[in-house]
């Protein structure tokens, strides 16, 4: 019985999920600097972190009708470090979701290409030869130079 009450409580977390996705894209936060704007609205006292009130101020503010019990869970999805507050990291992970297969085969492909060395890390050694530090936009303005940008 435990079972069935939690499958019910994920598939409703999913449903809200799926809808908070769909108010967002809708209001044109599309890719990661749409949804760090709306993460920044949402964050009011600019921690970069939303609390539960903030969150629930965010969530109601785009229009989704949740009751209080479906944000506690809303928030709880998305806090995966239960820390009490969702980091950006936490929030761009919960409404991007999983990749898709071929997107996880190409991060994958990517990533063997900057692990010069193997050891399953990128690391700095890794991004010389790789990475043109030249045209890094602190680089072209003089703010750092190509070895502090690497």
Same mark, same amino acid.
């Given at each position: *019985?435990?079972?069935? @009450?939690?499958?019910?409580?994920?598939? $409703?977390?999913?449903? /809200?999920?799926?809808?908070?996705?769909?108010?967002?894209?809708?209001?044109?936060a599309r890719g990661? @600097? =749409?949804?760090?704007?709306?993460?920044?609205?949402?964050?009011?006292?600019?921690?970069?972190?939303? *609390?539960? @009130? &903030?969150? %629930?101020?965010?969530?109601?503010? +785009? =229009?989704?009708?949740?009751?209080?019990?479906?944000?506690?869970?809303?928030?709880?999805?998305? #806090? %995966?470090? %239960?820390? $009490?507050?969702?980091?950006?990291?936490?929030?761009?992970? $919960?409404?991007?979701? &999983?990749?898709?297969? +071929?997107? %996880?085969?190409?991060?994958?492909?990517?990533?063997?290409?900057? #692990?010069? /060395?193997? +050891?399953?890390?990128?690391?700095?050694?890794?991004?010389? $030869?790789?990475?043109?530090? +030249?045209?890094?936009?602190?680089?072209?303005?003089?703010?750092?130079?190509?070895? &502090? @940008?690497?």
């Amino acid at each position: *019985n435990l079972i069935n @009450v939690m499958t019910e409580t994920d598939a $409703g977390i999913l449903r /809200n999920l799926t809808q908070l996705r769909e108010q967002i894209i809708s209001r044109g936060a599309r890719g990661i @600097v =749409g949804l760090q704007r709306k993460f920044r609205i949402m964050d009011d006292d600019g921690s970069k972190s939303l *609390n539960l @009130v &903030e969150f %629930k101020k965010g969530i109601r503010e +785009s =229009g989704l009708k949740l009751t209080d019990m479906q944000l506690h869970q809303l928030f709880g999805y998305f #806090d %995966k470090d %239960k820390s $009490g507050t969702i980091d950006f990291e936490e929030f761009l992970q $919960g409404i991007r979701g &999983e990749m898709s297969p +071929s997107r %996880k085969k190409l991060v994958a492909m990517a990533f063997k290409i900057l #692990d010069k /060395n193997g +050891s399953g890390e990128v690391d700095p050694e890794d991004l010389v $030869g790789v990475y043109d530090a +030249s045209r890094h936009p602190d680089v072209l303005t003089g703010k750092r130079t190509e070895d &502090e @940008v690497l």
